[in-house]
Nanobody, 124 residues
């Protein structure tokens, strides 16, 4: 059974950086697309970035040029490097894997294995 665990969240000042990690077990990164998402209080969960099994990546406009997704197959870990953080980036961040596709897909219903989330708070 697939399990994902996010780590690396915390409190950071505006303009700072964090690197989130998503440790994956029970599945392999070469057979499942992986995505990063976030959900702020009273807001819907939104897609941030995703990576296909061939390494193709996609980003939403809110994080493009600030966030970078990457994988380490040997460590079975997916990373989200977040730079130039803003207070509006404050949210719970989740990683998820798709059993439906190996391609880049930003639509949330494609993803069916989810981690528990890690809190990111950006102070102004």
């Amino acid at each position: 059974q697939a399990q994902l665990e996010e780590t690396g969240g915390g409190l950071v000042p505006s303009g700072g950086s964090l690197r989130l990690s998503c440790a994956v077990s029970g599945i392999t990164l070469d057979m499942h697309a992986i995505g990063w998402f976030r959900q702020a209080p009273a807001k819907q969960r939104e897609t941030l970035s995703c990576i296909a099994t061939d390494g193709t990546t996609a980003y939403t406009d809110a994080v493009k040029d600030r966030f970078t997704i990457s994988t380490d197959g040997a460590k079975k870990t997916v990373y989200l490097q977040m730079n130039s953080l803003k207070p509006e980036d404050t949210a719970v961040y989740y990683c998820a894997a798709s059993s439906r596709t190996t391609y880049v897909r930003t639509t949330i219903p494609y993803y069916d294995y989810w981690g528990q989330g890690t809190q990111v708070t950006v102070s102004s």
